[in-house]
């Protein structure tokens, strides 16, 4: 909802707290706020002065950025991927057919069978909708405020 | 791939905002790896009801402030170099020296306008979320935002006639 009024002392305090560029304030006022300073532009001009010179030394700052490698650490510490748990499950497989290394001839009819298992698990696996559609990886687009990893990539191309 | 995209999208926010506030690449880092860690215990359970950029924020916002509380001020370490590659020497000497100096004036704010500053003024966070992420008013927001501009034009005016 925006505001469609407002006064003098309402747009000095706008200016006063989030800079003179009009993008900087807040949506539901601005449109309205423009449309004042539009109308009476030599009440605000000293207000804008002096909040433009600050504005530009804010541009001027240079943003710091993080190390190269704290996102791979960040990643390390994320919740594997379903392929990956695939992988621990062939682990667990492999150590239920093999509980104290090889055991040939004994096993092998039984490894067969599991391995055989396996190779169709993973392949019907693989058939499967990609990695960014299962359920976690789902709640994560979701805490991004999108409704799927589409509407993600719609939004990323539109932002560049 | 979706961990990747949440982490490039807010992971550089989150760390910018631990170090202005806490003045350390490495306990700025600490931080982020902290607030991410929550973030992916919690994701399981998360509900829409908050955007995740205002909960990390948040997250980050008070692991810094306990960390502060834990330790005496210190002086804010000097800014990485990064080369205004598109400009004229002596204008990015000029851009350099003056993002150094409004730094410094910044650093000398109180915690909360400095909070409040660097989440609307350099990563732009609209009014709602700013005041969400430091669990404070908009109105309480506002008044830091322009107590922290005031404070930063008188500084810069009484440095112009000295």
Redesign the interface.
């Given at each position: 909802m925006s505001r469609m009024d407002t006064t003098d002392e309402r747009v000095l305090?706008l200016i006063?707290?989030?800079?003179a560029s009009s993008m900087?304030w807040?949506?539901d006022e601005r449109e309205a706020a423009e449309a004042h300073l539009a109308a009476h532009p030599a009440r605000f001009e000293a207000a804008l002065a002096?909040?433009r010179?600050?504005d530009?030394?804010?541009d001027?700052?240079?943003?710091?950025?993080?190390?190269p490698l704290?996102?791979e650490?960040?990643?390390a510490?994320?919740?594997r991927?379903a392929s990956q748990r695939h992988s621990g499950l062939a682990a667990r497989i492999g150590r239920v057919l093999t509980p104290n290394g090889r055991r040939w001839p004994a096993g092998a009819a039984l490894a067969s069978l599991g391995m055989g298992l396996f190779a169709g698990y993973t392949a019907s696996a693989s058939s499967l909708p990609p990695?960014?559609e299962t359920e976690?990886?789902?709640?994560?687009?979701?805490?991004?405020?999108y409704d799927q990893?589409d509407t993600?990539l719609e939004e990323e191309m539109l932002d560049e | 791939?979706?961990?990747?995209?949440?982490?490039?999208?807010h992971?550089?926010v989150v760390?910018?905002v631990a170090?202005?506030m806490l003045g350390d690449?490495q306990e700025?880092?600490d931080v982020?790896?902290e607030t991410?860690?929550r973030?992916?215990k919690m994701?399981?359970d998360?509900e829409?009801r908050a955007?995740?950029s205002t909960w990390a924020c948040t997250v980050a916002i008070n692991l810094c402030r306990d960390r502060m509380k834990k330790k005496a001020p210190v002086l804010m370490e000097t800014?990485?170099e990064?080369e205004?590659a598109d400009l004229p020497p002596d204008q990015a000497l000029h851009?350099?020296q003056?993002?150094t100096?409004?730094?410094a004036l910044i650093d000398g704010l109180p915690e909360r306008q400095k909070e409040a500053l660097t989440l609307?003024?350099?990563e732009?966070l609209?009014?709602?979320d700013a005041a969400a992420a430091m669990q404070v008013s908009?109105e309480a927001l506002?008044?830091l935002?322009?107590r922290a501009?005031?404070t930063?034009?008188q500084a810069?005016s009484e440095g112009q006639q000295e």
């Amino acid at each position: 909802m925006s505001r469609m009024d407002t006064t003098d002392e309402r747009v000095l305090e706008l200016i006063e707290a989030y800079g003179a560029s009009s993008m900087s304030w807040p949506e539901d006022e601005r449109e309205a706020a423009e449309a004042h300073l539009a109308a009476h532009p030599a009440r605000f001009e000293a207000a804008l002065a002096a909040a433009r010179a600050l504005d530009s030394l804010f541009d001027a700052d240079m943003a710091p950025e993080p190390g190269p490698l704290l996102a791979e650490r960040i990643l390390a510490s994320a919740p594997r991927p379903a392929s990956q748990r695939h992988s621990g499950l062939a682990a667990r497989i492999g150590r239920v057919l093999t509980p104290n290394g090889r055991r040939w001839p004994a096993g092998a009819a039984l490894a067969s069978l599991g391995m055989g298992l396996f190779a169709g698990y993973t392949a019907s696996a693989s058939s499967l909708p990609p990695a960014y559609e299962t359920e976690a990886e789902n709640v994560v687009y979701g805490a991004l405020g999108y409704d799927q990893f589409d509407t993600y990539l719609e939004e990323e191309m539109l932002d560049e | 791939m979706a961990q990747s995209a949440l982490v490039n999208r807010h992971m550089p926010v989150v760390w910018r905002v631990a170090f202005r506030m806490l003045g350390d690449r490495q306990e700025a880092e600490d931080v982020t790896q902290e607030t991410f860690l929550r973030a992916w215990k919690m994701l399981p359970d998360w509900e829409a009801r908050a955007k995740f950029s205002t909960w990390a924020c948040t997250v980050a916002i008070n692991l810094c402030r306990d960390r502060m509380k834990k330790k005496a001020p210190v002086l804010m370490e000097t800014l990485p170099e990064r080369e205004a590659a598109d400009l004229p020497p002596d204008q990015a000497l000029h851009q350099k020296q003056a993002g150094t100096r409004i730094q410094a004036l910044i650093d000398g704010l109180p915690e909360r306008q400095k909070e409040a500053l660097t989440l609307c003024a350099f990563e732009g966070l609209g009014n709602k979320d700013a005041a969400a992420a430091m669990q404070v008013s908009v109105e309480a927001l506002e008044s830091l935002l322009s107590r922290a501009r005031r404070t930063l034009r008188q500084a810069l005016s009484e440095g112009q006639q000295e």
